[in-house]
């Protein structure tokens, strides 16, 4: 059985009708605009017009990542960089949330990969991982800010288990990825292809480097995600580090900024969180909230080992909306 529209639209006269709709709605859209008093070309979005245009990404003669230099006089090189940024530049709110979560994520990431003597580059590969959010999951279950998997986790010393999940801790996970990259560094030599076994796994880059016998990351034919997975880092380095070059305009006031949280050091096993919580003046929602480690509304804790919790008073909570205003 066929549809009006159907029917109507395989017709001269359908055509033609469709045709009249089309400029109907296009003159009651005009009518609308000028009603408002407002210039069809220039729309409006506050006091700034809406782009008119879509234009290419800015991208440098020269680039760097980790130390090492993207080889950008290769064609297949520049082109999957250009491919990257043209993404990523037109994913606005994706790369708004990145820009206002770097201010609270970068602080507590910058430091702990200097201590170890990781290239700080490195922040990129959180943002390219999990857009900087701790509480990410993935369909292959890799979780938190590094997306790391439950066995990885184990082998570099992480604990998972029905209460705790340090995947989701932002200090323990980025101390451990930071192990990972150092390894994956010995074994394949370069810094570029230790951010590519990230992805791809130390056998993975291991086997692809002796089978092709190259060793730059960008002499390698991989699979798509890896092939383009260094390219997204330094892509959301680009941006990230001149956000006003790709039309990203974000005032201080408008970043999510390091709350002034305080530790308590646990020793014992905790039965209700949430009694617990309201004993330290904050509530169980917030002690989630700036705990996403903590899986449960328990914490079970073996003999000899501690936790520290974070927490924020309710009273401290209204105030950082309040300071940040100011």
Partial sequence: MHTLAESSSSSPWGVVLRIILLLAMAGGVGVLLVQHN??????????????????QPYCPDTVWFAGERVPLELVDVRES?????????????????????SARIFPVIEPLLRAQGIPDDFKYLAAA?????????????AVGTW?????????YGLVVNADVDERYHLEKSTLAVCNYLKKSRMAHGSWTMAAAAYNIGHGGAGRQMAQQAQQSYYDLYLNVETGRYVFRIIALKLIMEHPERYGFYLHERDKYQPLPSREIVVDSTINDLSSWAQCQGTNFKMVKWLNPWLRSSSLHIDSGRTYRVKILTLQERNAVYTAGKK
């Fill in 38 to 55: 407002v210039n069809p070309s220039m729309a409006q979005v506050g006091n700034r017009p809406l782009p008119e245009r879509c234009e």
């Fill in 81 to 101: 960089l250009d491919w990257e940024l043209c993404v990523a530049a037109n994913w606005h709110s994706h790369i708004l949330l990145m820009l206002k979560r």
């Fill in 129 to 141: 991982e999990s857009s900087l959010n701790p509480r990410a999951t993935s369909p292959a279950k």
């Fill in 147 to 155: 997306q790391i998997l439950e066995g990885t986790a184990r082998d």
